[in-house]
């Protein structure tokens, strides 16, 4: 849906190898599709964030994991950028994946605070959000061609911590 922005679910079926019939058996219009890969989205990026398993780890190699599980799922997160909307974060929307996964975002970045590693002069949403523009960002540049994929981790890494990391 990155690459068919535009695309009915014919054109969409083709792109993913499957039947317009086996599609619209999985859901019946564009919108619905859209909607339940967004809520997927979302359950991965919640996955993402736990098992940067920062109660076990120092916040720094927490942070590490953060982005090596985000970039593991690059696709999707491309996705929500072409996507995403801010009804996905009002407890009016049907799906409150994002909600949850905000909250788990900042929490992560609240221990890590805690810990003594992560700045005091920010907030921890602050902190969320900064790393989602970050990712977001160099995600679709990377997708553009305006940097190259060798260097997307190591850009992610050294920019984030330099943003958020006490010195």
């Known amino acids: 849906m990155v690459y068919h922005p535009n695309g009915n679910l014919q054109d969409l079926a083709k792109a993913i190898g499957v039947s317009k019939a086996t599609l ?19 359950r991965f990026c919640i996955k993402a964030v736990r098992n940067a398993n920062l109660q076990e780890v120092n916040p720094t190699e927490g942070l590490r994991n953060l982005i090596k599980n985000h970039l593991d799922g690059k696709d999707l997160i491309l996705f929500m950028v072409y996507h995403w909307r801010p009804e996905y974060l009002s407890e009016a929307h049907h799906d409150h994946v994002w909600i949850q996964h905000e909250k788990l975002t900042d929490a992560f970045f609240l221990k890590g605070q805690e810990m003594g590693v992560f ?7 602050t902190m969320t959000e900064l790393f989602y523009a970050l990712i977001a960002g160099l995600v679709d540049a990377e997708h553009r061609g305006r940097i190259p994929r060798s260097a997307l981790a190591t850009l992610l890494e050294t920019n984030i911590e330099n943003c958020i990391c006490k010195r």
């Not at 700045?119 to 949403?125: E, G, N, Q, T, V």
């Open 119 to 125: 700045r005091l002069d920010m907030s921890a949403p």
């Open 24 to 42: 619209y058996r999985f859901c019946k219009t564009r919108v619905e599709l859209v909607d339940r890969v967004v809520s997927y989205v979302g």
